[in-house]
């Protein structure tokens, strides 16, 4: 059975800061790798999604990475800014499991000004 | 496309009461997904369609959950009998499937219940 891990769950950090999450997962059979955004009481908002052959995805100042044969992924967020304060949550999804996704708990992301 | 669109954004019902949300998919999305998220969670898998068919549903939806999609387009989610641990954010997500598909998963802003 696929578990989602996602560490730490809460950070808080000065503005301008560079930082990393992270997820793990128990099963490497992935399909794909997704991280979000989630903003209190809202839904959730797809940032990255990297395919079980890459390495690797970039978008602006977000940086995902994958490395399938010890089941991490870090989400790397450089310069960050107080609006980048959200909920970050990690899913995967698995062949032959109809593309659902499994979600971390994910990590409540604090910027300071 | 206007996205995955979900109603009513919140529901708030006394319990034993009935509950219905609906989604509507962004168009010509194959796939629809429920899933349901408590506070401080991550959203756990409920069920999903493939077109009309339902093809999986998770241990979590008990016999008092149900889930159409009649004509492979919207879909709906009742409660019946509501409790109290039914409290919760009720997310719907869309996907295409075949072809250039990426597995992405597309989701909407979710309808918040809960349950006095």
């Known amino acids: 059975k696929q578990e989602v891990t996602q560490i730490p769950a809460a950070l808080s950090v000065p503005e301008g800061e560079n930082l990393v999450l992270n997820c793990s997962f128990t099963d490497s059979a992935i399909y794909n790798l997704q991280w979000f955004r989630q903003d209190p009481g809202k839904g959730l908002t797809s940032l990255l999604l990297i395919q079980s052959s890459q390495r690797e995805q970039t978008s602006g100042r977000l940086n995902a990475s994958l490395d399938k044969s010890s089941g991490r992924s870090t989400l790397y967020i450089a310069a960050s800014q107080p609006g980048d304060s959200a909920t970050y949550l990690c899913a995967v999804s698995t062949y032959n499991q109809g593309g659902k996704l499994i979600f971390g708990q994910g990590t409540e992301l604090s910027v300071k000004p | 496309d206007t996205g995955v669109s979900q109603d009513p954004r919140h529901k708030i019902t006394k319990r034993g009461q009935n509950v219905t949300f609906r989604c509507d998919p962004i168009?010509?999305?194959?796939?629809l997904y429920w899933y349901r998220q408590t506070l401080g969670q991550g959203p756990e898998f409920l069920t999903y369609?493939?077109?009309?068919?339902?093809?999986?549903k998770s241990r979590l939806l008990s016999d008092r959950f149900s889930a159409e999609r009649p004509k492979g387009s919207f879909s709906t989610l009742e409660i019946q009998r509501t409790e109290q641990g039914d409290s919760a954010m009720y997310l719907c997500?869309?996907?295409?499937?075949?072809?250039?598909?990426?597995?992405?998963?597309?989701f909407g802003e979710g309808s918040r219940l809960t349950v006095l």
């Open positions: 168009s010509e999305h194959n796939r």
């Open positions: 997500a869309s996907s295409p499937i075949a072809g250039a598909n990426t597995g992405e998963l597309f």
């Open positions: 369609f493939q077109n009309e068919a339902q093809l999986e």
